[in-house]
């Protein structure tokens, strides 16, 4: 299953569920699969604009939301431009809805007593 589809399956099983530790398996399941959508919507963008020249790139960024801003290599501006794409897709939302349906129960991935 891909990272939308599991994130997107997550979210659903979650609002149903109000035990901590299923709340838990599903957050850390769902962390997983967000950081696959990053990475990959990362290197859907690079093979988007891998021909495109600088100023058209930074003209991509600048209507996303990602300006290409100064002292940025190409390689960061296009890791911004994947992030912000990602970020409103469905999938991203979803993993929003998991992370504060967690929260509502207390359940998070960090460790508090650690922090």
Do not use: I
């Not at 890791?79 to 998070?108: I, N």
């Amino acid at each position: 299953m891909n990272s939308t589809a599991l994130l997107l399956e997550l979210a659903a099983r979650a609002q149903s569920v109000t035990d901590p530790d299923t709340l838990h398996d599903l957050l850390s399941k769902g962390h997983r699969a967000w950081c696959e959508g990053v990475a990959n919507g990362r290197a859907d963008v690079d093979r988007e604009t891998a021909s495109l020249s600088d100023a058209l790139l930074a003209e991509r960024c600048t209507a996303a939301g990602a300006p290409w801003e100064e002292g940025m290599t190409r390689s960061e501006a296009v890791s911004a431009l994947g992030f912000v794409t990602w970020e409103g897709s469905p999938a991203a939302l979803a993993y929003t809805e998991l992370e504060e349906r967690a929260a509502r129960f207390g359940v998070c991935l960090l460790d508090e007593d650690v922090v």
